[in-house]
């Protein structure tokens, strides 16, 4: 991976590009996994080598994924350019706000869809790790700078367990993938100010 921690997404087309379920599973595996080839990835995703090989260059237009060397002339492995993607959701730009609408939406039925496997086969999960995962929430009345507070704190308490991802020989004895999933959302409308 790059030196990039995170690749930022703001063209409507790039948005839509990133927004196909096997384009966020090549870009997730090569961040847990490192460098593959196309036929590594196939494999491991249980995908075509044609289709994996279309959908990495494909990524590779927009600077989510990258060629390194290889083990031999060959070998063509791809990998993540950062850990993160991200994209704002306050553009004033109508194609962008609805590009971002399409590819939360792909993302929320990802999440949707992860947490509905995890719930069918949790009863294989030891029980301590049974206590602490599942689905939960948490209300809370804040303002926008506190919340904004809080999101920083959170990323700092998960910070020191990221260079994790990228580099397995950092992952103690023991160690699980535990996915965090993050979706916040406010469930009442703003006051209209006083007149």
Same mark, same amino acid.
């Given at each position: 991976m790059s030196e990039n921690r995170t690749v930022p997404l703001t063209d409507p087309v790039? =948005? @839509?590009?990133?927004?196909?379920?096997?384009?966020?599973?090549?870009?997730?595996? =090569? @961040?847990?996994?490192?460098p593959l080839t196309a036929t590594q990835a196939a494999e491991r995703l249980g995908e075509s080598v044609p289709g994996c090989s279309f959908h990495l260059r494909q990524l590779a237009k927009y600077g989510l994924v990258e060629r390194v060397p290889g083990a031999d002339a060959r070998e063509r492995p791809w990998r993540a350019t950062a850990l993160f993607t991200s994209w704002g959701t306050d553009s004033a730009d109508p194609e962008v706000r609805a590009a971002v609408d399409h590819l939360d939406a792909v993302v929320t039925r990802r999440f949707y869809d992860?947490?509905?496997?995890?719930l069918r086969t949790r009863d294989q999960e030891p029980a301590a790790w049974r206590r602490v995962t599942g689905p939960g929430d948490v209300v809370l009345h804040v303002t926008l700078d506190e919340y904004t507070e809080l999101e920083r704190r959170f990323n700092e308490l998960v910070e020191p367990y990221l260079a994790?991802?990228?580099?397995?020989?950092?992952?103690?004895?023991?160690?699980?993938?535990?996915?965090?999933?993050?979706?916040?959302?406010?469930?009442?409308r703003p006051q209209d100010p006083a007149p």
């Open positions: 790039a =948005l @839509r590009a990133f927004a196909h379920p096997l384009r966020m599973s090549l870009v997730g595996l =090569l @961040r847990r996994e490192g992860r947490a509905i496997e995890w994790r991802q990228s580099d397995p020989s950092a992952r103690p004895e023991g160690a699980r993938t535990v996915n965090i999933l993050q979706f916040v959302l406010t469930t009442d």
